[in-house]
């Protein structure tokens, strides 16, 4: 080797090492180069995957409106109208079929407002399938509208549906539900034209699937929300990005698979390119440096050998010979001091880069010391505030029910006493009477001609009249007496505010005795009509509860309702206020559904609504307490949950479980 470079001449060894430095230049550059272009490569495939599922979600969505504008040129026609209202199934059959088939439809279900289904056309797949669609059926018997998704039983199938009311001028007639297969077929025609395949999920099943192999095996798709990032598949490599397409009360996940091959065939015709280009590169440098080589004299050889060991060991102690004092010899003398200068200046760079690493370092961890503790220091202070302000609101409205339960039940005993003896002696008061009028009615017979002075006064009194109307008097006032009796029979129920005690108790008799004391405000007022309280208590027993507080979540959640109503009837949405009540035991639950016809929750605040101190209301009028104690007392005392379930404009239900043991 070193015969080899003794046999070359010393322009040649000046030049070789700037070669050197240009070809690894040039490469770099190529390799940044090459770099970025692959990055750019892989980020106009992630955007193409990106605007493709955002294509494939307007797409969904289009499926959407397509079917809400059916539905709505369904439920209006004037013939569906008359055959609901007459319970008509062959005229139904006569109406939907043909629609069924034009619209390409896979489910059409119409039923009344009892929830009894009057008709339910399918295709020849899902004929003898069950589908689970309970939630759409209710929502379409009260006429909302509702997009969901409905799965079928036993099956890798989902239904895109929608519901819709069908009325007339008398009112609500029933419901309708259309919808379609959510299938291969349908992904099919959205990625048409496209080089991407589809796959839907349901709870981490596949629904459906444009690529065949993703229909076996379990996949670790992204999640949606975030980038596109690499998956394999039936040892095929993907690039997969995940969209949600949401219903009311479930979701379904796609995924957009786009195939790397096309991205690793990009990727190595450029870098093939930009090798070429290396090596015309290269060798276009080399010819210019042997050009460039033969001008260069031979006494630099010295100084380009100390050049270059100062390069490749950093050894700034050496210094090139001085043998002449022309211009090399000028060269080499600055070259020396050069040496020299980079040497102190490197020692000074040295040792303020460790002042600074060790100072920064110590500043560091001071500021991370003090920014943790302040940290620490406000989490707590807030927590400690919430908590101080949550539980000084509980002893607040405790107290207040606590008050309000006394004063109740001690009213109630105060007016129970002399109602029980009135209604006690109102029965002895009535054989009395009719003993009387029987003894009068013999006098009249067997001395149909009395004195003068007994027919003035009979005159006067007006017997006959008398005897007619005190019966009814007697019975009027025993109507009102049994009256008061259950007024106060409901005041005493209601008065269990201030019990702690678990006890069992008639969920029922908590729901009057609540409406009883909300009595005044359901009446009609100046400002808006009566309330109309609509119930349907199905059969369930008595429960073990704190059925205190139990009146105390039916007393907010209805006067909330209250609320909403007198403010949707000023708003003019809502002409005919109703509150609904039901019922039901549902396998170990009682399920109590309490709905208004208002203008609803916005979805944006509906998940606040559980929240301590969250209120709509204006300053004075409410709290922001009563539905967040209503949920501790329903979640924490008693292991239930309380639901909501609102559409703008189409009122607010609130869904109380409560176990049964």
């Known amino acids: 080797m070193q015969r080899f470079f003794r046999g070359l001449r010393l322009s040649q060894k000046i030049v070789l090492p700037l070669l050197a430095v240009c070809l690894s230049v040039f490469m770099l550059g190529l390799v940044v180069l090459g770099q970025w272009f692959t990055d750019s490569l892989n980020q106009n495939f992630s955007q193409q995957i990106g605007t493709f599922s955002e294509r494939v979600y307007q797409d969904f969505q289009h499926e959407q409106q397509t079917l809400e504008t059916e539905i709505e040129l369904i439920a209006n026609r004037d013939m569906l109208n008359q055959a609901v209202k007459q319970r008509n199934q062959g005229l139904l059959l006569q109406i939907l079929l043909p629609l069924k088939s034009v619209l390409k439809l896979d489910w059409i279900k119409v039923i009344d407002t009892q929830g009894n289904v009057l008709i339910d056309l399918r295709n020849n797949s899902l004929s003898q399938a069950k589908f689970l669609d309970k939630i759409v059926t209710s929502t379409a018997s009260r006429g909302a509208h509702l997009v969901d998704l409905v799965d079928v039983e036993g099956k890798q199938q989902v239904l895109q549906v929608v519901t819709n009311g069908i009325k007339s001028s008398a009112g609500l007639l029933g419901g309708i539900i259309i919808g379609n297969l959510v299938d291969d077929t349908l992904l099919q025609k959205i990625a048409a034209g496209s080089s991407k395949h589809l796959v839907v999920q349901r709870q981490n099943r596949v629904v459906a699937a444009t690529l065949l192999a993703s229909k076996s095996g379990t996949w670790q798709f992204p999640l949606p929300d975030l980038p596109a990032r690499r998956i394999t598949i039936d040892n095929k490599n993907y690039l997969a990005k995940s969209i949600v397409f949401t219903g ?15 991205l690793e065939v990009a990727q190595y015709k450029l870098w093939k390119h930009l090798g070429l280009l290396f090596l015309l590169g290269s060798s276009i440098l080399a010819i210019t440096g042997f050009l460039i080589s033969r001008t260069i004299t031979r006494p630099l050889k010295a100084v380009t050998q100390v ?30 001091q050069l040496i020299q200068q980079v040497k102190r200046l490197l020692a000074e760079q040295y040792e303020a880069n460790q002042k600074l690493e060790v100072y920064s370092q110590t500043l560091e961890d001071k500021i991370k010391e003090r920014t943790q503790a302040l940290r620490q220091k406000n989490i707590f202070l807030k927590q400690t505030l919430q908590e101080l302000r949550l539980t000084q609101s509980q002893l607040i409205q405790k107290e207040k029910m606590s008050s309000l339960g006394q004063l109740v039940a001690g009213i109630a005993h105060e007016i129970n006493n002399p109602v029980n003896f009135i209604y006690g002696n109102l029965k002895h008061t009535d054989d009395y009477t009719q003993q009387l009028l029987c003894l009068l009615q013999l006098y009249q017979k067997h001395y149909p001609y009395p004195e003068l002075e007994i027919q003035n006064a009979k005159e006067e009194a007006d017997i006959e009249y008398l005897t007619e109307d005190l019966p009814k008097i007697l019975t009027s006032m025993k109507i009102g007496a049994s009256r008061i009796r259950e007024i106060v029979l409901s005041l005493r129920i209601f008065s269990r505010l201030d019990e702690a005690e678990f006890k069992t108790a008639d969920i029922h008799e908590g729901i009057e005795s609540t409406l009883l004391i909300l009595q005044y405000r359901l009446k009609s007022q100046s400002h808006r009509p009566q309330i109309t309280v609509i119930k349907d208590y199905g059969e369930m027993p008595k429960i073990q509860c704190f059925a205190g507080q139990l009146n105390q979540v039916f007393m907010n959640i209805l006067a909330n309702a209250i609320d909403a109503l007198e403010e949707a ?44 101190f969250f209120t709509t209301k204006p300053v004075g009028k409410g709290t922001g307490m009563g539905l967040s104690i209503s949920y501790q007392i329903i979640t924490e005392k008693h292991g239930g949950s309380l639901q909501c379930v609102s559409l703008p404009g189409q009122g607010a239900e609130f869904i109380i479980t409560i176990p049964i043991r």
Request: charged fraction near 15%; charge should be negative.
């Open 569 to 612: 009837f000023q708003n003019g949405i809502c002409p005919e206020p109703i509150i609904r009540i039901s019922s039901a035991q549902v396998n170990e639950n009682i399920v109590i559904h309490i709905a208004d016809n208002g203008t609803g929750i916005p979805e944006a605040i509906q998940s606040h609504l559980f929240d301590p």
């Open 307 to 336: 050049a270059q060991r100062v390069t490749q060991e950093s050894n700034f102690d050496l210094q090139a010979p001085v043998t002449t004092e022309d211009e090399v010899g000028i060269l080499a003398i600055a070259f020396n």
């Open 248 to 262: 009311a009360s479930q979701s379904l996940t796609t995924t957009v698979l786009y195939s790397i091959s096309l």
